[in-house]
């Protein structure tokens, strides 16, 4: 919990100034948190993610987002407070397995997953001969459950990645691929053209508008998700997708047109089957970025039935 | 919905970047919808570009009660059975169910004027309703659950699935539509003995109100007076009378509307079956388990009522479901012309025995009569069992004059011909005493 960064003045001003009310707030008498430890998590916290040139005020509300009880007790467990611990473990502990269970999907899968997870927040590493815990990297930005759901959800999500890549070069061993005919020129044979006007279309589009492409369009997922994943209505995001993907075509059409295709050629081009290109697959598993690679094999994690899209699209490309 | 076409998704996956991902805490507070503006805009740019952190963000997102914005979960794509399209439907079945009240009720009231009210004096045969309730008693306890009902009621009629029998269905209708305060205590001794009365004025009644096909052949009630009407008032002294069957309203909660007279809510309900889902399997049940009353007319026909001794239905013991012993078969001058009940009243000449006792003990009933007629039945009507008591050779004989269970399983019947049996175990079998 020392702070290697220096903290600024206006963090340091802006902590003190809410402290005392924080820290009765938070019950941190009975976790054996004192109120300079309180400050010196809260001060490292804000200094993490405050732009550098925060001013007291800034500092100031940033605070009153946190979950500052949350913090204190999953700080104090870090610290190896028992106290704290039990609390932590009434209060949680059936919500790890729920959340394990929705993640993992199958018991024991989340029995496994949530032993590890218990293991990581205890703390059973070392690092230069103290205990490390987990629950010392929770920042208090967002609720204590949802952390907790969200690193199970990362670990099981790398558990598969990592299971995936393996198996599935047993599957293309299987398969025969190994042995593909002669292959096609290296890059895919598609129309640069075609794939300029598609890269700059999507770039023109803000982030949150790929967001919702990508995750309705690539990973399959159903409006309903997609709705909760960004925290508007469902309809609203429908009515979105639906214009964006008109959007889309348009923008696409037009650049291939003013690189000169023709409109008909162009909307040939963009309807072409993709079983008719030799898209060179192995060029895209060979590439170091991991989200290139996953996003090849990212069926894998796809059980869920909404996923027909993604799951057809990858038989198609082997 | 449009879709994009293959190339495009090709490509897009062949050239998404990752940069850096954010950390559990930034995920979290995303998914909550907690971070600052330019975090948010920074975190969203990753996540279009990474499929990994938008899979961590999809398994880490709070469960459904837990989204402050309120979602739907329907697993299909907003179509014909979107939420707008059902909230619009449902408002235009509501509109023409209320109309086609309205339309009944003017026709009932033009009809009305020609109606014949009789008052005719009825001997009850004996009866032994285990949990008979005085009518008084058991208005307000059938009523006090009905506003609640009533507000659920519709609500809850689109949510739930049809219920199997459609007497219980039009039943449990009625019950989500009246909303009847008590009734005069007055009622106790007239209430059985002028059930056939009030049936010949109700049959009329409920001719007036031509009855759509759907449902009208069973549950045509026979109806009973005390009718709170807004729209005719007849005095009380007619009690057990025709009083005006109009119905207010279906849906609206703030009328009053009586329970006698499913007719014309038959209708209404008709109309909202059409468009929403009919009451509930709940409220199905919850008439079978109001332990209706049992009663026998003078006539020797096997009454039930499901609300306190108000409408009387004429059990038929001999069909599956409960059907309208022919009302109009008394009163043929009355001749509102409609199919229905045509049909119906051919129906009925099969011989059903005339009974002279009934014994009720919550849902399970026995009536037996003459010649030795005796049925059973464990659903409060909805099937009948004949059934012979005997015992080494020795069969029951006579008409049946009593019959008294002190609980389920043991019972006592007497017969004209002096004969005793009992039974302790629910009538698999008897003895003679």
Not at chain 1, 99 to 110: N, T
């Amino acid at each position: 919990m020392s702070a290697t960064i220096p903290i600024a003045a206006p963090v340091r001003s802006a902590v003190a100034g809410i402290l005392t009310e924080l820290h009765a707030k938070s019950g941190c008498d009975e976790i054996g948190l004192t109120p300079e430890s309180l400050a010196a998590i809260l001060c490292a916290v804000a200094t993490k993610y405050l732009p550098a040139g925060a001013s007291e005020s800034e500092a100031h509300s940033f605070l009153l987002t946190l979950h500052v009880d949350e913090l204190a007790l999953a700080r104090a467990c870090a610290a190896g407070n028992n106290v704290a611990w039990e609390i932590f473990l009434i209060r949680y502990r059936e919500k790890i397995y729920q959340s394990a269970l929705r993640v993992a999907r199958e018991s024991s899968a989340a029995r496994d997953l949530a032993d590890s997870l218990y293991a990581e927040l205890y703390g059973t590493s070392s690092r230069d001969g103290e205990r490390v815990s987990k629950l010392e990297s929770f920042t208090g930005r967002g609720s204590l459950e949802g952390w907790l759901r969200t690193v199970l959800a990362q670990e099981f999500v790398n558990r598969c990645r990592r299971t995936k890549h393996l198996m599935s070069l047993d599957e293309e061993i299987k398969d025969g691929a190994q042995f593909a005919a002669p292959e096609p020129e290296q890059s895919s044979s598609a129309d640069p053209r075609l794939e300029s006007s598609i890269d700059a279309a999507l770039a023109a589009l803000s982030g949150e508008d790929r967001l919702l492409l990508a995750a309705y369009y690539l990973d399959g997922r159903t409006l309903a998700e997609v709705a909760r994943m960004l925290g508007v209505h469902e309809s609203t995001v429908s009515r979105k997708l639906d214009k964006l993907a008109r959007s889309l075509r348009k923008r696409i059409l037009v650049g291939m047109t003013r690189q000169g295709m023709h409109r008909r050629e162009a909307e040939e081009a963009l309807e072409v089957d993709v079983r008719d290109l030799h898209v060179n697959i192995r060029c895209s598993l060979g590439q170091d970025s991991p989200a290139a690679a996953f996003s090849v094999k990212e069926d894998a994690l796809h059980f869920r039935q909404e996923t027909a899209p993604a799951r057809r699209w990858k038989k198609l490309e082997i | 919905m449009q879709d994009i076409s293959k190339i495009v998704r090709k490509r897009w996956r062949e050239t998404a970047p990752a940069g850096a991902h954010p950390d559990a805490d930034l995920l979290t507070a995303f998914a909550e919808q907690s971070l600052v503006e330019s975090e948010r805009t920074h975190v969203t740019e990753h996540l279009a570009g990474c499929s990994v952190c938008r899979e961590v963000l999809a398994l880490a997102l709070p469960s459904t009660e837990a989204v402050a914005v309120t979602v739907s979960t329907s697993p299909t794509r907003a179509g014909w059975l979107g939420w707008p399209v059902l909230r619009w439907s449902a408002v235009v079945a509501v509109i023409i169910a209320i109309i086609s009240v309205g339309t009944l009720h003017y026709r009932q009231r033009q009809k009305d004027d020609t109606l014949f009210y009789t008052l005719t004096p009825r001997n009850e045969a004996t009866i032994t309703a285990e949990r008979a309730l005085s009518p008084s008693q058991a208005a307000p306890e059938s009523q006090e659950g009905l506003p609640r009902k009533d507000k659920e009621g519709r609500v809850q009629m689109r949510k739930k699935a049809p219920s199997t029998s459609r007497t219980d269905k039009l039943a449990g209708k009625w019950r989500t539509l009246s909303l009847n305060p008590t009734l005069p205590p007055d009622r106790a001794g007239v209430a059985p003995g002028s059930v056939t009365v009030g049936g010949t004025g109700a049959g009329s009644g409920t001719d007036g109100a031509p009855q759509p096909a759907t449902s009208s052949r069973h549950d045509n009630v026979v109806g009973m007076g005390e009718s709170r009407s807004m729209f005719l008032d007849v005095p009380r002294r007619l009690a057990p009378s025709l009083r005006a069957r109009q119905v207010a309203e279906a849906p609206s909660p703030s009328q009053t509307v009586q329970a006698e007279s499913q007719a014309a809510p038959v209708t209404a309900i008709a109309g909202v079956v059409g468009a929403k889902v009919p009451a509930t399997a709940q409220d199905a049940s919850s008439t079978q388990h109001a332990s209706p009353q049992w009663s026998i007319s003078a006539d020797g026909a096997l009454q039930r009522s499901f609300d306190g001794g108000n409408t009387w239905v004429d059990m038929d013991v001999n069909s599956e479901s409960v059907s309208n012993r022919s009302v109009a078969a008394t009163t043929a001058e009355i001749t509102y012309a409609h199919e229905e009940r045509t049909k119906r009243v051919d129906a009925q000449r099969s011989p059903s025995p005339v009974f002279r006792a009934v014994s009720a003990l919550g849902t399970e009933v026995w009536a037996g009569g003459s010649a030795a007629m005796l049925y059973h039945s464990i659903d409060s009507g909805a099937h009948w069992v004949r059934e012979l008591p005997s015992s080494s050779g020795a069969t029951l004989t006579g008409d049946i004059t009593s019959i008294e269970f002190s609980d389920p399983q043991h019972g006592r019947i007497a017969t004209s011909a002096g004969e005793v049996w009992i039974t302790a175990d629910d009538g698999g079998t008897w003895r003679r005493q």
